[in-house]
T-cell receptor
Framework: IAGITQAPTSQILAAGRRMTLRCTQD?????MYWYRQDLGLGLRLIHY???????GKGEVPDGYSVSRANTDDFPLTLASAVPSQTSVYFC????????????FGAGSRLTVL | GQNIDQPTEMTATEGAIVQINCTYQ??????LFWYQQHAGEAPTFLSY??LDGLEEKGRFSSFLSRSKGYSYLLLKELQMKDSASYLC??????????WGAGTKLIIKP
């Protein structure tokens, strides 16, 4: 592993199903983030975690939950998927030092039918 | 509300120079970032400006004017691989990142 690994790369999901997007980083970064990216819109923050054991809500948290049991893993769960959650999801991390530059995973493309 | 404005799409010629503008209205300012995102890939960090002026990094330069709420990304000696979307993001007074929708840059031979 080098950087951030996201899984799955893509998924088609029926509405109402539960789905967990996985994110793992090997850079020992304290902070981790989940964004969604939709055409014509800027990246929108769903949830974040400044350090293991803590999480916070971003701009669009409804319908999503996260956990941060350890430094490396930050899964995002959709409890009951809806079509409006069709999007590309990016996990990111940062060391929160200096400029606090984000390193992104390759993304997970989710389609909810 | 908070807002980041960038042109939706720009076209330029290989070998030329292009300037991508970004204007912002945010509650406070704690830095401005430019990221590059190739189609189907993750955004990658290009530059960071927190003080007024020009930051140069190889073929890429980024300029900031805090009084005007304005930044630009300047790409010189354009190459085909520079075809990508360029994302402008501002860190507000709460240190939250506000993202623009991105500028898709098309490079023609």
């Amino acid at each position: 592993i080098a950087g951030i690994t996201q899984a799955p790369t893509s998924q088609i999901l029926a509405a109402g199903r539960r789905m967990t997007l996985r994110c793992t980083q090997d850079m020992r970064h304290n902070a981790m983030y989940w964004y969604r990216q939709d055409l014509g819109l800027g990246l929108r923050l769903i949830h974040y975690s400044n350090t293991a054991g803590t999480t916070g809500k971003g701009e669009v948290p409804d319908g999503y939950s996260v956990s941060r049991a350890n430094t490396d893993d930050f899964p995002l769960t959709l409890a009951s998927a809806v079509p409006s959650q069709t999007s590309v999801y990016f996990c990111a991390s940062s060391d929160r030092e200096g400029a606090n530059v984000l390193t992104f995973g390759a993304g997970s493309r989710l389609t909810v039918l | 509300g908070q807002n980041i404005d960038q042109p939706t799409e720009m076209t330029a010629t290989e070998g030329a120079i292009v300037q991508i503008n970004c204007t912002y209205q945010t509650s406070g300012f704690n830095g401005l970032f430019w990221y590059q995102q190739h189609a189907g890939e993750a955004p990658t960090f290009l530059s960071y400006n927190v003080l007024d002026g020009l930051e140069e990094k190889g073929r890429f330069s980024s300029f900031l004017s805090r009084s005007k709420g304005y930044s630009y990304l300047l790409l010189k000696e354009l190459q085909m691989k520079d075809s990508a979307s360029y994302l402008c993001a501002v860190k507000d007074s709460n240190y939250q990142l506000i993202w623009g929708a991105g500028t898709k840059l098309i490079i023609k031979p």
